[in-house]
């Protein structure tokens, strides 16, 4: 239990070390949009990069894979969207953001450093394939819901531009790209280059998790919104557990990829829930809202999921030999 302590601290540490900084510093938000730049655009592309070009590429081919976990982010997602809209009543684009709340994962920020922490190198393509197509399900789906519920008043080759660009011009997808090309010629980064991107890769999860807590700091909570406790049932709960099952039943796959998917589920809504909401003008403070809290109810789920992982005890096939 030491070891796993050992390892979620640093991450929420960070995250509380923001939180507490922006408490007290008071500082305006628009401090750190420099930060945050080089967070999106230095730091993690360099991460990314690192992981997939040193990575061989028959390693790279995990389609079956990319398929079961995306779709399982695609049936979570719909899945809060029709909850939200039939239990709860609420108008389509409440219901969309409630979507996005409910499948959208911290893999940005807390992601790549956690999965490799728990399960060293061979979590990073996993965790970078991951990341790629959740984001691309996200910049797809939430922009057409968002027409189709008056949200958005872009036309329809207007909103199938924006999400091209998007996911094509996405700093970590292009990142990721390029470091499976470099994988694919064998490309050998010169030195003073890859100390550049070391520097950069080092500097990616501290600064992320840090910015996130100042971030969270920056908006308060005046009261908890009724949907968040389901949401977030289906957020920590729902969504590694359809990962798991569905993966176990699809496949024969490497048990580092299992668990690396259901960590990656594991992680409490990303801060993209809130930049979102703020974009359409929709569910704002309860979206802030939603990301504090998950942040905090994932300090013991996802101590408790690590820990099953390591020890041994949560299978990485649920049906073995099927």
Same mark, same amino acid.
């Not at 540490?13 to 420099?34: C, H, T």
């Not at 909103?159 to 390029?178: C, Y």
């Not at 550049?196 to 999860?205: E, K, N, P």
């Given at each position: 239990?030491?070891?796993?302590?050992?390892?979620?601290?640093?991450?929420?540490?960070?995250?509380?070390?923001?939180?507490?900084?922006?408490?007290?510093?008071?500082?305006?938000?628009?401090?750190?949009?420099?930060?945050?730049?080089?967070?999106?655009?230095?730091?993690?592309?360099?991460?990314?990069?690192?992981?997939?070009?040193?990575?061989?590429?028959?390693?790279?081919?995990?389609?079956?894979?990319? !398929?079961?976990?995306?779709?399982?982010?695609?049936?979570?997602?719909?899945?809060? !969207?029709?909850?939200?809209?039939?239990?709860?009543?609420?108008?389509?684009?409440?219901?969309?953001?409630?979507?996005?709340?409910?499948?959208?994962?911290?893999?940005?920020?807390?992601?790549?450093?956690?999965?490799?922490?728990?399960?060293?190198?061979?979590?990073?393509?996993?965790?970078?394939?991951?990341?790629?197509?959740?984001?691309?399900?996200?910049?797809?789906?939430?922009?057409?819901?968002?027409?189709?519920?008056?949200?958005?008043?872009?036309?329809?080759?207007?909103?199938?531009?924006?999400?091209?660009?998007?996911?094509?011009?996405?700093?970590?997808?292009?990142?990721?790209?390029?470091?499976?090309?470099?994988?694919?010629?064998?490309?050998?980064?010169?030195?003073?280059?890859?100390?550049?991107?070391?520097?950069?890769?080092?500097?990616?999860?501290?600064?992320?998790?840090?910015?996130?807590?100042?971030?969270?700091?920056?908006?308060?909570?005046?009261?908890?919104?009724?949907? !968040?406790?389901?949401?977030?049932?289906?957020?920590?709960?729902?969504?590694?557990?359809?990962?798991?099952?569905?993966?176990?039943?699809?496949?024969?796959?490497?048990?580092?990829? !299992?668990?690396?998917?259901?960590?990656?589920?594991?992680?409490?809504?990303?801060?993209?829930?809130?930049?979102?909401?703020?974009?359409?003008?929709?569910?704002?403070?309860?979206?802030?809202?939603?990301?504090?809290?998950?942040?905090?109810?994932?300090?013991?789920?996802?101590?408790?999921?690590?820990?099953?992982?390591?020890?041994?005890?949560?299978?990485?096939?649920?049906?073995?030999?099927?």
């Amino acid at each position: 239990m030491i070891e796993i302590l050992s390892l979620v601290a640093p991450f929420f540490g960070l995250i509380f070390l923001g939180f507490f900084s922006g408490r007290l510093a008071k500082l305006p938000e628009d401090g750190l949009a420099w930060l945050n730049f080089f967070i999106i655009y230095m730091a993690l592309p360099a991460l990314f990069f690192d992981l997939l070009s040193s990575t061989p590429l028959d390693q790279l081919e995990g389609w079956s894979f990319i !398929v079961v976990t995306t779709l399982c982010a695609y049936i979570i997602y719909m899945f809060a !969207v029709v909850v939200a809209i039939v239990w709860r009543k609420v108008s389509l684009a409440e219901a969309a953001m409630q979507g996005v709340a409910g499948s959208y994962s911290n893999i940005g920020y807390m992601g790549p450093g956690l999965t490799l922490s728990v399960l060293g190198a061979p979590a990073a393509v996993p965790t970078a394939l991951i990341f790629c197509f959740d984001n691309a399900l996200q910049f797809i789906l939430t922009p057409i819901l968002m027409a189709m519920s008056g949200a958005s008043q872009e036309k329809p080759a207007r909103i199938a531009l924006l999400i091209a660009r998007k996911i094509l011009l996405h700093p970590f997808i292009v990142a990721s790209a390029l470091g499976i090309a470099a994988a694919a010629i064998q490309f050998q980064t010169p030195a003073p280059l890859q100390r550049v991107i070391g520097f950069l890769s080092g500097a990616a999860a501290p600064c992320a998790l840090f910015a996130m807590g100042v971030t969270i700091a920056l908006r308060p909570i005046t009261r908890i919104p009724a949907e !968040v406790p389901w949401l977030l049932f289906v957020k920590l709960a729902l969504h590694p557990l359809l990962i798991w099952v569905l993966l176990s039943w699809a496949g024969d796959y490497d048990p580092i990829w !299992v668990y690396t998917a259901i960590l990656m589920a594991s992680l409490p809504p990303a801060l993209n829930v809130f930049v979102m909401a703020r974009q359409y003008g929709v569910w704002i403070e309860r979206a802030s809202s939603m990301v504090l809290i998950g942040t905090l109810v994932s300090i013991p789920t996802l101590t408790l999921m690590i820990l099953a992982v390591t020890s041994g005890v949560l299978p990485a096939d649920l049906f073995p030999g099927s």
